[in-house]
């Protein structure tokens, strides 16, 4: 038996898996190599790793990793989970049955691409979630926002440390009056209109169609689709979870433990308020510590 297993070896998962390798404890990590920010060709704001392809910051995470003997890293899918505290089950998708005292949870979360032609393909390149992520490489040039709902009105006040040059695709939406005054007090165009196709051009560069006959051209594209955990074993589990604008995300208290006893969630799948590479290592790590920590005897 395991002492943890570890579900999802993205950025969180592998932070959890280096501090209780380092523990000593007894750690499979189950992985199916489908990173949030696989689309990208460049990682941002990662303290020594700025700026680096994210697929190569986990290939050197899990080479480290192999100096710890207690650590495996298995390619499989958990298909199902069951247990409680101190005797959990795992099921994976190469018919291994494995055991574990503790399990922590860090399969990251999907985000649901609309049914626009080209959005998806631009997806990570000129089309992209996060100014902190992409946002200094296109600073001062010409910004788009799909409008989302009433959080992308937080999102117009942001953007100004990066651009003053923003125009704000409605796509449907229902902008309130209160909400387009202030958008036009900071000189903010507004486009209505739904979008019907984005071609993705030069480098982050796009031109978003619209069904009103127009046609704009951005240097960059900002959209939050709605994203979902790119698991249900949660739900099986009947974990608690919270609402988020863009979807929804594990209940954790400080210690990163689930509403179950034993069950610790780090990374995006837990963290709706600031998804991104850096954090899912803090709360990875914290998970793996926390959980190391509740089996001291
Ligand atoms: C386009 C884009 C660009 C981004 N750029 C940046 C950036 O520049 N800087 C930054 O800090 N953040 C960036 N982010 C955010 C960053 O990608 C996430 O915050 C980060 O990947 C979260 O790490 P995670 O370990 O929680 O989840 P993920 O990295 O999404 O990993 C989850 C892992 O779990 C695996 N998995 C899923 N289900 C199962 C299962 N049932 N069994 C086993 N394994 C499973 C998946 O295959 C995956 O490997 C970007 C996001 C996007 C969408």
């Known amino acids: 038996m395991d002492d943890v297993i570890i579900i999802g070896g993205s950025f969180a998962g592998l932070a959890a898996a280096l501090q209780l390798g380092r523990a000593r404890r007894k ?58 505290l101190d005797n959990f089950s795992v099921l994976t998708g190469n018919d291994e049955s494995l055991g ?33 992520c992409d946002g200094f490489e296109v600073a001062g040039q010409h910004w788009g926002l799909v409008w989302s709902g009433r959080q992308s009105h937080n999102y117009v006040k942001l953007y100004h440390d990066w651009t003053d040059r923003l125009t704000v695709f409605a796509d449907g939406h229902d902008i309130p009056l209160d909400i387009r005054a202030d958008l036009a007090g900071r000189n903010i165009a507004v ?17 978003v169609y619209l069904d009103i006959g127009r046609n704009v051209a951005v240097d960059i594209l900002f959209a939050h689709p709605r994203n ?12 608690a979870t919270v609402d988020t ?3 929804i995300a594990l209940k954790v208290d400080e210690r990163r433990e689930t509403s179950m006893p034993g069950i610790y969630a780090a990374g995006d799948l837990a963290n709706p308020l600031m998804a991104s590479v850096t954090t899912a290592i803090s709360y990875g790590a914290t998970a793996g510590i926390s959980a190391q920590q509740s089996m001291l005897v």
């Not at 998806?120 to 000129?126: K, L, Q, V």
């Not at 979902?228 to 974990?239: N, R, T």
């Open 191 to 207: 486009v209505d209109g739904r979008i019907i196709e984005i071609a993705k051009n030069e480098g982050h560069t796009a031109t």
């Open 100 to 132: 574990a005292r503790r399990l922590i949870l860090s399969y990251g979360v999907a985000d649901q691409m609309p049914d626009v032609p080209g959005f998806a393909e631009s997806w990570g390149t000129a089309i992209v979630p996060c100014p902190y």
């Open 245 to 247: 604008p863009l979807g």
């Open 27 to 84: 750690v499979t990590v189950l992985d199916t190599g489908l990173q949030r920010n696989r689309f990208a060709g460049h990682s941002h704001g990662l303290l020594g790793h700025d700026h680096k392809p994210p697929l190569d910051i986990l290939a050197e995470a899990r080479q480290q990793l192999t100096r710890y003997p207690t650590v495996r890293l298995v390619n499989a899918r958990a298909d199902s989970v069951s247990g409680a």
């Open 228 to 239: 979902k955990p790119s698991a249900s074993l949660h739900e099986s589990l009947g974990l």
